[in-house]
């Protein structure tokens, strides 16, 4: 019964390999989303979807691709990754409040 | 643009009762939330402020003053399981839903 669930937990991997998490909600919210949360636990938002809709895009590379095939899924790719791109990525969900329901994180380790 | 405040880090005794401050500047202002994350855990939900006064939630309150731009988080009873770090977060006033803007949040640490 999670609410919000996040594959894989852990990711270790080479510069330049490409890699997906994936993100699954049944909670039924409409919007989800993808924040990074680096070293010294700055959460920052990098994207948000309404219905399987880009809403916000903030500034994130465009090795970043996000990918909702349903509103109950919303699954991050990266491409050419980067020794920066090391940090912990939650998935999160909501309705119109501003309640956020965070998956477990995904912790990127980029060698 | 949004921006928080909020003091890094937070050191009390278990029972006391531990205050902890966030100021913002947003262009437009829909309310404060609170999110508490565990080492190695995610934020977890545990208050949200849109009008001024206190919120009561068990041992945890939240306050909010829009005038002053302020709110706080107040911890009753302290526990051991209450180290974390907490977050305070308002919303961003792009698009239809808005995203959260978090402070870079406050290490609590609770001694016994």
């Known amino acids: 019964d999670t609410a919000v669930s996040q594959t894989p937990k852990y990711l270790v991997t080479q510069m330049g390999n490409d890699k997906s998490i994936k993100c699954e909600q049944n909670l039924g919210h409409d919007t989800m989303y993808w924040y990074k949360q680096d070293s010294k636990k700055f959460l920052k938002i990098m994207f948000s979807y309404n219905n399987k809709e880009l809403i ?25 990754l980067e020794l920066g791109d090391s940090a912990v990525y939650f998935c999160a969900s909501s309705t119109l409040t501003d309640t956020q329901y965070f998956g477990p994180g995904t912790r990127l380790t980029v060698l | 643009g949004q921006s928080l405040e909020q003091p890094s880090e937070v050191t009390a005794v278990e029972g006391a009762i531990v205050q902890i401050n966030c ?90």
């Not at chain 2, 770090?85 to 001694?111: E, H, M, P």
């Open chain 1, 56 to 80: 916000i895009n903030e500034t994130v590379p465009n090795r970043f691709s996000p990918k909702s095939p349903d509103k109950a899924h919303l699954n991050l790719h990266i491409n050419s």
């Open chain 2, 23 to 112: 100021t913002y500047q947003t262009s437009g202002f829909y309310g404060l939330s609170w999110y508490q994350q565990h080492d190695g855990g995610a934020p977890t939900f545990l208050s949200y402020n849109a009008l001024d006064g206190l919120e009561e939630t068990g041992r945890f309150s939240s306050f909010l003053s829009r005038s002053d731009s302020y709110g706080y988080l107040l911890l009753q009873e302290l526990q051991m399981k209450d180290s974390a770090s907490y977050f305070c977060a308002v919303r961003d006033n792009r698009g239809s839903q808005g995203n959260l803007i978090f402070g870079k949040g406050t290490k609590l640490s609770v001694k016994p």
